[in-house]
């Protein structure tokens, strides 16, 4: 029921920022539309923990808050290598130990080290992601640890 | 507003430009996925922000409406992006190439 229910708030806010009108007429048809696709997604049966990851609320925006800091000082590195040119590159692949306990932890954790430029996350295996990186840098912050850190603690 | 709006489309332009030029300087198909599939999210979130601060300029509930749907894009860039950006990667990975394991570094000059 709790997804249900916030599938729907997301669902109502996505259309009032998209329509911009709010005459009686398209509220009524708004209230019809996010029932009907939250109905049809309950009977899917695809509303669970991971898709609707409701235990995460609290603990998920500040590590975005630190992640957006993040991708911005990386974005900046790797703009830098761009002016610098190809000797300030030295490309490799390593392999980083995902320690999360779910799945959507491993997800979060793979997803993040490819939006963080300078690391890209090319597969994954059990719990080991296998990272192409830019640098020697970005490899070494990788395996510093600090991100998955983190994204442990926003799982909880 | 209008000067702050400026600074970040020209900040959006130089990450969008970092991106072309990285594109065509890395030497192969790996690298050049960081600066294509990064700094084009990094130079639209610039771009997209100094549009939502132009059009804030007028403060007004349309105008506020129009910023909260360019920030919208700017989130579902965020989404997608990491995932073309592995498509794409595993698409090279399954087509069997080797990724460069920073040999240039010895061979440079």
Same mark, same amino acid.
Request: glycine letters at 12%; one cysteine or more.
């Given at each position: 029921m709790r997804h249900v229910l916030a599938l729907s708030a997301t669902l109502s806010f996505f259309w009032l920022v998209n329509s911009g009108h709010y005459t009686p007429l398209l509220l009524f048809f708004m209230v019809v539309s996010v029932l009907s696709v939250a109905a049809l997604c309950h009977y899917m049966d695809v509303l669970d923990g991971e898709s609707q990851p409701l235990n995460l609320t609290f603990t998920l925006p500040g590590y975005l808050l630190w992640l957006f800091r993040e991708v911005i000082l990386a974005n900046i @590195?790797? /703009?830098?290598?761009?002016?610098?040119?190809?000797?300030?590159?030295?490309?490799? !692949?390593?392999?980083v130990t995902a320690n999360q306990k779910s799945d959507l932890g491993i997800v979060i954790y793979a997803n993040s080290i490819t939006l963080t430029p300078g690391t890209v996350s090319i597969d994954l295996n059990e719990n080991h992601i296998v990272v192409h990186a830019l640098?020697?840098? @970005?490899? /070494?912050?990788?395996?510093?640890?600090?991100?998955?850190?983190?994204?442990?603690? !926003?799982?909880? | 507003m209008t000067v702050s709006a400026v600074i970040f489309i020209v900040l959006g332009l130089f990450f969008f430009t970092g991106g072309s030029i990285g594109i065509l300087r890395f030497p192969d198909f790996y690298s050049r996925l960081h600066p294509a599939g990064k700094l084009d999210s990094m130079g639209l979130l610039m771009t997209m922000a100094g549009m939502a601060l132009y059009t804030l300029r007028d403060f007004s509930l349309p105008a506020i409406i129009t910023a909260l749907k360019i920030m919208l894009i700017v989130v579902l860039v965020f989404i997608t992006s990491p995932t073309a950006t592995h498509a794409i990667l595993d698409a090279g990975v399954r087509a069997g190439l080797g990724p460069w394991t920073a040999p240039e570094k010895k061979v440079k000059e």
């Open positions: @590195a790797v /703009a830098r290598c761009v002016w610098l040119g190809t000797s300030s590159i030295s490309p490799c !692949v390593i392999t640098t020697g840098e @970005a490899a /070494a912050d990788l395996l510093g640890g600090e991100m998955d850190r983190r994204v442990c603690r !926003v799982e909880g | -």
